[in-house]
């Protein structure tokens, strides 16, 4: 199957840093890619769709200026958190699918950012 | 809008007992159905998918059959181990962005 990269894995940050978190998809081109945000034992909320070449779509509730999304190629998305505080410490997932429509997304391994 | 409604957990099993857990689903038209699961601290595998009406998916001894009538897509392993102790969600991908079950904590004790 299709395979998504994110890295790092983890990051601890201190609070008023910024961490960029990366989404590749390695064998296949993605114009659409998603990021969700998981709390301790929740699940997977959807926080912004990143389109390749124009601007992300955020979900209602997400803070665009904190949550910065870059999709400058069909096989990468960026995830910048600005000025990171305690509360944003979570695990953040990106997925990309291959195709459109109805299609089987593929999911990166996940990141764990702790803010200290 | 689509919403996934997944059994509450968490469910916890003795070894070698048969294991159900119930998903149902509210979308446009038939989308495909898909179980993922989250081992402690990973990200999501995808376990089996179904695409269409009665298609059954299919994956180390877990099962599920897309069922339109009542719109359900319920996960059964006949006999779990230890090693299937993880979190489940059941969720659907239309466009490829997906909309998640609640998620259902398994734990399998020997």
């Known amino acids: 199957g299709a395979v998504v990269s994110q890295h790092p894995s983890r990051v601890i940050c201190k609070s008023g840093t910024s961490v960029k978190i990366e989404c590749r998809s390695l064998?296949?081109?993605?114009?659409?890619m998603f990021w969700y945000r998981q709390f301790p034992k929740k699940s997977l909320m959807l926080m912004a769709t990143?389109?390749?070449?124009?601007?992300?779509?955020?979900e209602q509730g997400v803070e665009k200026d904190k949550f910065l999304i870059n999709h400058a190629s069909l096989t990468l998305s960026t995830l910048t958190v600005t000025s990171a505080h305690p509360e944003d410490s979570s695990f953040y997932i990106c997925?990309?699918?291959?195709?459109?429509?109805?299609?089987?997304?593929?999911f990166g391994q996940g990141t764990r950012l702790t803010v200290v | 809008g689509n919403s996934v409604t997944q059994m509450e957990g968490p469910v916890t099993l003795s070894e070698e007992a048969f294991l159900t857990i119930n998903c149902t689903y509210t979308?446009?038209?038939?989308?495909?159905l898909f179980w993922y699961v989250q081992y402690p601290g990973e990200g999501l595998q995808l376990l089996l998918k179904?695409?269409?009406?009665?298609d059954k998916g299919s994956n180390k001894g877990f099962e599920a059959t897309y069922r339109k009538e009542t719109t359900s897509f319920h996960l059964e392993k006949g006999s779990v181990q230890v090693s299937d102790s993880a979190v489940y969600f059941c969720?659907?991908?239309?466009?490829?962005?997906?909309?998640f079950g609640d998620g259902t904590t398994l734990t399998v004790k020997p």
């Open positions: 997925s990309a699918s291959p195709g459109t429509g109805d299609t089987e997304a593929f």
């Open positions: 064998d296949f081109q993605a114009t659409t």
């Open positions: 990143s389109n390749e070449g124009s601007k992300a779509t955020y």
């Open positions: 979308a446009t038209g038939y989308p495909s």
């Open positions: 179904a695409t269409k009406a009665d």
């Open positions: 969720a659907l991908n239309p466009a490829g962005k997906s909309t």
